[in-house]
């Protein structure tokens, strides 16, 4: 008996989509584009929407049920807010920008809670000095 090794199928390719925002973040096509947090979305779409109703233009289903999405779990609500949130992440240059919004959309409670949720941040902040910003940010809640 001969042995036939052949090969009966197709090698899988590697799937898109494949991102992994762990210990370090591996975002793919994604790596170096700008991201929102959910307070920041919210405020851009509802412009959209209200310059669209003043327009004459009429709010799509997709539209108005996102915007709901967004006023329901916007940490910031108004403007001044969600601009002095952006300011105060800023200033910490060593945050990827997908860590700044998530910072910003999560509001967590503490250093320990956000290395969990966001464990790129762990050598990248001390947690006195991450807690001391999470207590600034939770300032303009709202």
Known sequence: M???NQQTSRTKPVPAGNEEASS???LGEFQDV???SLSEASLILNA???NKLKGEGHETE???KTIDYLDAFSRFKNRENVEAVERLLSAYP???KFEVAQLGS???DNAEEAKTLIPSLQDKISDNELDDLLNEISKFMT
Do not use: G
């Open 34 to 36: 700008d991201t929102l």
């Open 62 to 64: 997709m539209l108005s």
């Open 94 to 96: 060593q945050f990827h």
């Open 24 to 26: 370090e973040l591996h």
């Open 48 to 50: 959209l929407s209200t």
């Open 106 to 108: 999560l509001c967590c």
């Open 2 to 4: 001969s042995s036939n």
